[in-house]
Every structure is written in structure tokens, then in C-alpha cells.
């Protein structure tokens, strides 16, 4: 029997936990993907609970209390969890079965010894830094801080989906540049065969996708549309992903809908409009962009590396309403400015792919095994 590999993940979303398994399948066809969730793993531990329960109130009872963070947060980030989740890999994995293991995000160290181990991420803690407002309450307990490194020290490399997360790596944990590869990420959202029509950049309609209401600037987006209204009366805000109390004209919430409805979304928009806070990746960008959407976004985080300024879509700082309704007032006068950039976001967008990614990764990782390249 060929040797497997580990591909270890914290249940199936984000739909990145999904994508990469398969891509990591695709091009490394010579070796069976074992996905290892550590989610089943959790619940048998039927002591876990309990276990973890005084660790969670010491090092996040303020923040419970406060309502800084949930308690389903709490409990996946205490550094007991840290070690069980270490040790229930070290139960479960057999070294010599494997080739090398590879883990999703970086809330935990799946390294075993004697195993090449390797991380896939698009953030680390530290990386908070970066952002505007940023406080020392966004860090997480000092005990968890002290072992985030090792997940990035033990690992052979360390890839990354955006060039902030990997400077923030270099600069924030010591970690050595050669080390630190950034490979991206696709989309995970079908790319309709059918191209949308160039009138849609006069439609007005702006498009906004994302959950996490606050996190992504959506209250900011609907004030500076409520500004617009007055000059643009037609103009729509569709959201779609999220599902605020709003009941303002032009407005309309759509709530989650399954992935394979995404595309209509983007057909008909003529903006993608994404004002977020702190982004340590944003998707919705590269599928809005392969949908050859402009986009106004903000100067943070991953987003830069997607967006560039007056070339495919226009950047605002963070939690500007009034900066954020004039750079859509940009687009909505023009929509040939919009199709432009609408064309230049399809060319940046085609790197953003993950047959890209996994050609990238099966490269790296051979070379950093030792193995002859293809």
C-alpha cells in the first residue's frame, strides 16, 4: 500500500477545508488524501468538556462575560485544547503510514516527530496588529500566545494565502523567509459558463457577500448607500450572506443561499462592494473579480493583494462613509469606468486558482522532501 497522506481539519468549513483536501488530491495523485476531522475526534473524548471547562474560564471568563468573545471561541482556544488536540493527533496518527501530514489554519499544532509536517493558513494572531483600532484583547490568552510558534516551527513549511500573513510569520514569530511560502487560494464558488452582459455596469446595483455583518463593514456600506440614494435613486444594495434588521429603500437582504446560487448574484451586479475591517483572505473578492466586477474594498490586510488602486477597483480606510460613498459615487457616474476595471479584475482573479495552488504546493513540498520534481 501506497503511503497516505494527513490531511488534518477542523470540520469542513470554511469551504477552503474542502477545496484544498480535493486539490491536494489532484495533484498529488500518487498517494491517497486521508482526511482526519478533529471534530469527531472532540466528541468521543467524552471528558473533554469537562476537562477544558476551568482552562476556558480562567483564560476567557473576562471576555465571556463581556461578550468580547463566544463561548464556542473560548472553549476551541484555550491552551489545554492546544495540548489535547496535539495529543489526539499523536493517538491517531500512525508515522509510518504517511508520507506527510498537512494541516488547515493554525489554531492548532498537528505535528508528529518523524513526520514531515505542513501548514496551510491565512492568518495568525499576531497578524492583528496590522489592522486600524487593533487592541490587546483581539490577542488571545498569553498561554495559548506562548504555543502558537510551534505551529509554524515545527512545520517544514508554512504556506500562506496572502502576503501580509506571510510577512507577519517572518516579523511577528522569527519564523525563516525560505520557510514561508505564499501560494494563494481559488475560489470555491462555480464560475458560470455563461458571460453576464456588459450592461450590467449601469445598473447601479451593488453588491455586498459576506456573514460576518460587522466584521466586514456592512453598517458603513449601508450608510454610505444611504448617501448615494439622494443622486442615484435607482440605485440597489444587495446583500446577500448576512441578514441585518435593514428595511431602507433600495436595500434588499437575501440572507445565505447555497454556493451554487452565488452566480446569479454576481451576474447582475455591477459593483462588488466589501468595506471589511480585517480580512486575513476574503474569497468573495476573487470570485467577484472573476466575474470581472470592480471592486471597492479597503486598504487592509489580504485585500491589496487583490485590489490595486485605480487599476482594477478603489481602496478606502477602514470605517470611512463618507470616503467609501465617494469611491462608489466613482463607479455609479461611470459605468465605463467600471467595466474597465471589471476586465482588469478578470485577469488578476485568473492567478486565484486552485489547480495554481496545488501545482505551487506539490512543487514546494517535494523539494522541501527531497523527492525528484515531476
Known amino acids: ?54 482552562p476556558m474560564v480562567l483564560e476567557y471568563g473576562s471576555d465571556m462575560m463581556l461578550r468580547r468573545r463566544g463561548v464556542k471561541e473560548a472553549f476551541l482556544i484555550t491552551s489545554h485544547m492546544f495540548k489535547t488536540i496535539k495529543r489526539m493527533v499523536a493517538e491517531r496518527l500512525n508515522p509510518d503510514e504517511y508520507i506527510f501530514s498537512f494541516q488547515m489554519q493554525s489554531l492548532f499544532d498537528a505535528s508528529l516527530p518523524g513526520l514531515p509536517h505542513f501548514v496551510y493558513t491565512d492568518h495568525t494572531v499576531l497578524a492583528n496588529k496590522q489592522y486600524p483600532g487593533f487592541s490587546p484583547r483581539q490577542l488571545y490568552n498569553p498561554a495559548w500566545m506562548k504555543l502558537e510558534p510551534s505551529i509554524y516551527h515545527n512545520a517544514r513549511l508554512v504556506f500562506t494565502r496572502s502576503t501580509n500573513v506571510a510577512r507577519s510569520m517572518v516579523e511577528d514569530y522569527g519564523c525563516d523567509p525560505e520557510r514561508v511560502k505564499c501560494v494563494y487560494a481559488g475560489s470555491n464558488t462555480p464560475i458560470s459558463p455563461q458571460p453576464a452582459s456588459d450592461e450590467r455596469y449601469a445598473s447601479q ?69 466589501l468595506p471589511t475591517k480585517l480580512e486575513p483572505f476574503g474569497i468573495v473578492l476573487v470570485e467577484a473579480m472573476a466575474y470581472r466586477l470592480p471592486i471597492v474594498s479597503t486598504n487592509i490586510g489580504a485585500v491589496p493583494d487583490m485590489v490595486v488602486h485605480g487599476e482594477n477597483g478603489l481602496l478606502v480606510e477602514p470605517g470611512t462613509v463618507y470616503e467609501l460613498a465617494a469611491e462608489l459615487d466613482r463607479l455609479l457616474a461611470d459605468p465605463d ?32 522532501l527531497g523527492m525528484p520534481q515531476d
Request: hydrophobic share 45%; glycine share 6%.
Open 1 to 54: 500500500m501506497a503511503p497516505k497522506i494527513a490531511f488534518i481539519r477542523k470540520g469542513q468549513w470554511p469551504l477552503a477545508n474542502v477545496s484544498t483536501a480535493k486539490t491536494l488530491q489532484a495533484h498529488f495523485p500518487e498517494y491517497e488524501v486521508e482526511e482526519i476531522d478533529l471534530i469527531p475526534l472532540m466528541r468521543r473524548d467524552t471528558k473533554l468538556i469537562a476537562a477544558n471547562a476551568l
Open 205 to 273: 446595483n451593488i453588491l455586498f457577500i459576506g456573514i460576518d455583518w460587522e466584521r466586514k463593514g456592512g453598517p458603513e456600506l449601508v450608510a454610505a448607500f444611504a448617501l448615494l440614494r439622494a443622486k442615484y435613486p435607482q440605485a440597489t444594495l444587495t446583500i446577500v450572506g448576512a441578514n441585518p434588521p435593514i428595511n431602507e429603500p433600495g436595500v434588499e437582504v437575501v440572507g445565505r443561499v447555497p454556493v451554487e446560487e452565488l452566480p446569479q448574484y454576481y451576474q447582475k451586479a455591477a459593483i462588488f462592494c
Open 337 to 368: 469606468l467600471g467595466r474597465q476595471y471589471g476586465q482588469r479584475s478578470a485577469s488578476v482573479a485568473a492567478r486565484y486558482n486552485w489547480d495554481d495552488v496545488g501545482q505551487r504546493m506539490r512543487e514546494e513540498i517535494l523539494q522541501a
